[in-house]
T-cell receptor
Framework: SQELEQSPQSLIVQEGKNLTINCTSS?????LYWYKQKYGEGLIFLMM?????EEKSHEKITAKLDEKKQQSSLHITASQPSHAGIYLC??????????FGKGTKLSVKP | DAGVIQSPRHEVTEMGQEVTLRCKPI?????LFWYRQTMMRGLELLIY????????DSGMPEDRFSAKMPNASFSTLKIQPSEPRDSAVYFC??????????????FGDGTRLSIL
């Protein structure tokens, strides 16, 4: 069965620093979603990537899907406290359902 | 626009009691998903409805769990009898098109369930 591995599991950065979160799949990805979750809240959709090499940006967050479509990265430039939360990647599973990585917990120190 | 609405936000009850979680999907969405989130297992799909019909319930842990969707604007997830290992955050999500859609799922704020 397909699995999504996220790294790192947790990350603490100083405000203003850049950071990258990775999501690796055991199988080819057909649609990769990035979500953000704040404690006690639901998941907020950030971006979806479908094509190999595709890159999308929203404000200071950029996500990219590699050419082989088995790995995606989420890059945050000049991090702010508002970026803190748990970032999850999700992708279509073998049964057609959406499966998720276990998340990367990001803390941003002011 | 109203998002996915779940109730209650928090539920604390004793083991053996029946628990009912409720969800109102976004108006116009035809697919609804129930998820469970724990530290150990992350976010897991429990059941997926399309046009009010259960399509995939392979994630439902056991017979103690049941879900219904009597109409397009309401769904329930019931646990009877509840056990401490059911403690988790339960999310409801909806979208248009379900599995085969490129539309992202929109999540509610979840129900934090604690079984004592």
């Amino acid at each position: 069965s397909q699995e999504l591995e996220q790294s790192p599991q947790s990350l603490i950065v100083q405000e203003g620093k850049n950071l990258t979160i990775n999501c690796t799949s055991s199988k080819t990805l057909y649609g990769l979603y990035w979500y953000k979750q704040k404690y006690g809240e639901g998941l907020i959709f950030l971006m979806m990537l479908q094509k190999g090499g595709e890159e999308k940006s929203h404000e200071k967050i950029t996500a990219k899907l590699d050419e082989k479509k088995q790995q995606s990265s989420l890059h945050i430039t000049a991090s702010q406290p508002s970026h803190a939360g748990i970032y999850l990647c999700g992708a279509g599973g073998s049964q057609g359902n959406l499966i998720f990585g276990k998340g990367t917990k990001l803390s941003v120190k002011p | 626009d109203a998002g996915v609405i779940q109730s209650p936000r928090h539920e604390v009850t004793e083991m053996g009691q029946e628990v009912t979680l409720r969800c109102k999907p976004i108006s116009g969405h035809n697919s609804l998903f129930w998820y469970r989130q724990t530290m150990m297992r992350g976010l897991e799909l429990l059941i997926y409805f399309n046009n009010n019909v259960p399509i995939d319930d392979s994630g439902m842990p056991e017979d103690r769990f049941s879900a219904k969707m009597p109409n397009a604007s309401f769904s329930t997830l019931k646990i009877q009898p509840s056990e401490p290992r059911d403690s988790a955050v339960y999310f409801c999500a909806s979208n248009w098109g379900g599995y085969d859609s490129n539309q992202p799922q929109h999540f509610g704020d979840g129900t934090r369930l604690s079984i004592l």
